[in-house]
């Protein structure tokens, strides 16, 4: 689609905001979208990282050799330091090229990312771990010191440490993972990003809707939330489709098998058969689960209840998409009505009269 001159500015001006740039970096499913032309763009960061190297084991053997005219006693210590430098260069570069590889071999996005996201934290702890060595005279040390400053830390940091910890929890044993429609607790939406310490939602439903609709608002929540909360998965990759209802009220004098096979037949073109199926699919995986032990039908079924205001509740119940069930469910509204009203001698609904 071809945007018009003004529009495509006001795009540009809207993504050149600062709280839209930050919000793009954040989300994920962006970052999962990178191509060879982003490393086209890391290919000069990964030059000007070999440059430094190349130049810090130039200076290091020209201050072994007394080449760089500076007073003896400060040599050792500017030696640790190019040292640093050379091994934080090495670490970066092992670090992109290795994720350079790990995109290119691996086809699922998300995995990319979340072996990004790993890669980037074991070098954030050589970086550390190098930096330490440069501050103190020994590893002894070091490791002691370390150890006090973890100690102190985390006591101080509990819960940041245990939202660390949901957060390789998440990323082991996959309770949600980015694009999947979850509950945890009372929040209910799509997963848009899984950071080291917390998870975003696109938040369905909402305060002030009542159907599977998208309110415009994200949620944060803790990583260590997992640990607590159960979390509801909308989107089990070995059945990603969940029964909806759709129900309205008849009369007891109405014609309930015409209103049954009336309401199946609609429903069931309206999902269409390319949901059946990909059901039929589904059901011959789960074969080996122990849900084949249950009544999965891909078809619509219809259940009628009594009520006691002398009116018959039509129950009509199916399978559909998580993502979908809203739009289906106001569809297949839409269309069981305007069907059936066409029949009024054999369906009668509340407020109606007799025909005369």
Known sequence: MTLDPTEDKELDDIKKDEKVKRALNENSIVAQKENSDTFKEEAPLLGITAIIFLSCVVVYF???????????????????????????????????????????????KTSVFNF???????????????????????????MVSFGIVSLILGFALQNLITSFFGWLYILIRKPYEVGERIKIGNVFGD??????????????????????????????????KVFSEYVYNYSWPLFPFIWNELSFFISYDSDFKFTSDMVKRIVKIKIGEALVRRVKRFKKILADTPVDELD?????????????????EVVVRYLVDPKNSGRIKKEL????????????????????????
């Open 191 to 224: 997963v848009i990003n899984v950071s080291y310490l917390d998870t975003t939602l696109w938040e369905f439903n909402g305060d002030y809707l009542t159907s599977d609709h998208p309110s415009g608002r994200i949620i944060r929540f803790a990583n260590s």
């Open 62 to 108: 020209l201050l072994r050799w007394n080449r760089i005219p500076i007073p003896i006693d400060y040599i050792p210590i500017v030696q640790k330091l190019v040292l640093a430098i050379m091994f934080i260069s090495i670490v970066l570069m092992a670090s992109r090229l290795t994720k350079k590889i790990f995109d290119r071999k691996i086809d699922n």
């Open 116 to 142: 990004n996201r790993v890669a980037d934290l074991f070098a954030g702890l050589l970086i550390l771990a190098i930096i330490l060595s440069l501050l103190f005279a020994n590893w002894y040390a070091a």
């Open 333 to 356: 509204f839409e269309g069981v009505m305007e069907e059936l009203k066409k029949n009024p001698s054999k369906v009668r609904f509340p407020n109606t009269n007799r025909p005369v």
């Open 296 to 312: 999965v039908n891909e078809y619509p079924s219809v259940i009628l209840k009594s009520h006691n205001n002398t009116w018959v």
